[in-house]
């Protein structure tokens, strides 16, 4: 399968909530990094990926565009989703680069605008301080400890 064949099936996966298949597209000791989740190595990408798809319940992915050659690639996608902690529907528009060694992704760096997401999911208070470190860092303090939580519950 070619690198932009792994995209598309990824992406598909994310959509049909198929966080297993995602997880495998991951080389061992592979990163991700987006706004929420920093820093996630090993098997921490596949985990919250696995978390992410097990705990939506209207988890919608649109695929806008992806492209791939041997080593790099990227995809533009869109997801829509009710952020479960408040139950506010977010449409979050995401833009991925992604790097590829032997067929699986070694690297992917997400990002879309914080501040808009946080105005969406958390409301007024995300949309008033949603640009702050504040917000930005109970967020990711949130998020890594959900991961941790789910990763020791679920192996």
Known sequence: ?????????????????????????????????????VGLKDGEPGAMWRMLTSRSKDLAIELVSC???DNSGSAHWIATYTFAQT???????????????SGQITDQK????????????LGLPGKLLGGTPI?????????????????????
Request: avoid cysteine; aromatic fraction near 14%; charged fraction near 25%.
């Open 87 to 101: 139950g506010r529907k977010v449409v979050n528009d995401v833009r991925s680069s992604f790097r590829f060694a």
């Open 1 to 37: 399968m070619t690198n932009e064949g792994l995209l598309q099936q990824f992406y598909a996966a994310f959509d049909a909530k198929d966080g297993e298949t995602m997880a495998r597209a991951y080389a061992p000791g592979a990163t991700f990094s987006d706004p929420v989740f």
């Open 110 to 121: 997400d990002d879309f605008d914080f501040h808009r997401w946080s105005a969406q999911a």
């Open 67 to 69: 492209e791939a050659d």
């Open 135 to 155: 917000i930005r860092s109970g967020v990711r303090r949130k998020a890594r400890a959900g991961l941790d939580a789910f990763v020791a519950s679920h192996g």
